[in-house]
């Protein structure tokens, strides 16, 4: 009976999804090609014919990761357009979406240790993603004066940190981190303190 590898006919895919598996259930650091090629149903000399170690399966998955968060966060800009606010802050959303819906990709991205720049092809897929934020940011600060306009690229940054940090600390049931508030709330509450302090959005709304 061929391996379940070779049936589906991507040996390589199904070890991505085999590395995503057990990214999620024990960690970037948790696991050996062993494992992944066993969780795939083939030899683990069949994982050296597509990757040279662990993080380069780890770099692949990160990679397709970060074009599908790419793809979501255009998805959400583009759905609340043409309003500016409304696009950038979809954008936020999006962010926290996608750690909840894919939390392999999220950790093989944000927490593996592995470098946005490991290869051409990650730093691409990486930089696709960060410039559908930065796009929107840019798009919402024209709305700013320019002498109190912050580049897009630091606009975008804070409102990635933030979201990152609401993921880190209340998405995922950390041990002793708690809040009454869901992390969605949470996320667009701060979006809409920082949003005013620049301008746009009126105090009181």
């Given at each position: 009976m061929p391996k379940r590898g070779y049936h589906h006919g991507?040996?390589?895919?199904?070890?991505?999804?085999?590395?995503?598996?057990?990214?999620e259930s024990k960690g970037p650091t948790g696991f050996t090609l062993t494992e992944a090629a066993k969780?795939?149903?083939?030899?683990?000399?069949?994982?050296?014919?597509?990757?040279?170690?662990?993080?380069?399966?780890?770099a692949e998955a990160a990679r397709q990761g970060f074009l599908?968060?790419?793809d979501l966060m255009q998805h959400a800009y583009d759905k609340y357009q043409p309003s500016a606010l409304a696009a950038f802050e979809a954008t936020g959303?999006?962010?926290?979406?996608?750690?909840?819906?894919?939390?392999?990709h999220y950790i093989a991205m944000f927490e593996s240790g592995i470098s946005a720049n490991r290869?051409?092809?990650?730093?691409?897929?990486?930089?696709?993603?960060?410039?559908?934020?930065?796009?929107?940011?840019?798009e919402l600060s024209k709305h700013i004066p320019a002498d109190k306009r912050p580049p897009a690229t630091m606009f975008s940054a804070h409102i990635m940190a933030m979201s990152h940090g609401v993921v880190e600390l209340y998405a995922r049931n950390a041990p002793g981190t708690s809040s009454p508030y869901a992390?969605?709330?949470?996320?667009?509450?701060?979006?809409?303190?920082?949003?005013?302090?620049?301008?746009?959005?009126?105090?009181?709304s």
């Open positions: 991507n040996l390589r895919q199904a070890l991505v999804e085999a590395a995503l598996r057990l990214i969780q795939a149903g083939v030899t683990p000399a069949a994982v050296y014919r597509h990757f040279e170690g662990r993080e380069d399966l780890i599908m968060f790419a959303r999006a962010y926290l979406a996608f750690a909840r819906k894919h939390p392999g290869t051409p092809e990650l730093a691409d897929a990486a930089a696709r993603a960060r410039g559908v934020l930065e796009r929107a940011a840019n992390p969605e709330d949470l996320l667009e509450s701060g979006i809409g303190v920082y949003l005013r302090g620049l301008g746009l959005i009126a105090p009181d």
